[in-house]
């Protein structure tokens, strides 16, 4: 498909973040050639209650339903919108919007149906980021799903990533199941593209964790990563599709 035939929706996720989240929407340029979204799940703290309506759409839910149910949202609404692309961010501030043409270079010279976004490949970079996540993210995520997808990943949690939204549409991946409704479906999708023969592959980005005074993360530490760990073993022993 050319370049100039694309059509792109880059979205941001937010529950309760702040100032992060206005920070987050005003790095985006003023000129851009795809269209910006914002996926409030159920957000009480006011933070989306001022936001400027000219030039982003909004999404909400009614309440907090977890980041894989909010996700299924926006996929939902690029498919009926007939988006050709999808871009995922996060809506704390941890991504720089600069760099979306980077991941969607290597869609838009048709080399790609998936780019994941790596803080880990030369030219990427990371910051304030606490050592056990390092851990975590750099090494034992990373090899697991390696091991199991059956291909070599230096970034398999970081959620900024684009991908061409036919992936959506293929059966096989069934991205609207309940299992999938919290951290579950970023590494489902990834590992689906990849056992399917789709064209994944990585660009370098950067991802610098605001002060933790902001709050980093929303995960908790044991349900959150054992929601973004299980679908590795699901997938691989066969018990889930």
């Known amino acids: 498909m050319a370049h100039a035939a694309l059509k792109i929706l ?18 985006h340029p003023a000129s851009r050639d795809y269209d910006l979204l914002v996926m409030d799940d159920g957000s009480t703290d006011g933070s989306l209650s001022q936001l400027p309506v000219d030039g982003i759409l909004v ?18 609404y690029a498919l009926d919108h007939n988006y050709d ?12 919007p600069a760099e979306i043409p980077r991941l ?3 869609i838009r010279s048709g080399m790609a149906d998936f780019v994941q976004g790596s803080r880990f490949l030369p030219g990427g970079g990371h910051g304030n980021t606490p050592a056990y996540r390092i851990l975590a993210t750099r090494w034992v995520h990373p090899l697991l799903l390696s091991l199991a997808a ?3 990943l230096t970034e398999t949690t970081n959620g900024f990533r ?10 096989r991946i069934d991205w609207r199941q309940p299992w999938l ?10 590992y689906k593209t990849i056992r399917l023969s789709y064209r994944p592959t990585a660009v370098p980005v950067t991802k610098i964790y605001p002060p933790r005074a902001e709050s980093y993360t929303k995960m908790r ?21």
């Open 10 to 27: 880059a979205a941001a996720f937010a529950y309760n973040e702040g100032d992060k989240i206005r920070r987050a929407l005003a790095r």
């Open 59 to 76: 999404l909400r839910n009614p309440r907090n339903l977890g980041i894989g149910a909010a996700m299924k949202q926006v996929f939902q």
């Open 85 to 96: 692309v999808l871009v995922i961010q996060a809506g704390n501030d941890k991504d720089d």
């Open 104 to 106: 969607l270079a290597p």
């Open 150 to 152: 059956g291909k070599r």
């Open 162 to 171: 684009a991908f061409r939204t036919d992936l959506l549409r293929d059966p």
């Open 181 to 190: 409704d919290k951290y579950e479906l970023a590494p489902y999708l990834l």
């Open 221 to 241: 530490p044991i349900t959150g990563w054992w929601s973004i760990l299980r679908p590795i073993f699901l997938l691989g022993l066969g018990l889930k599709k």
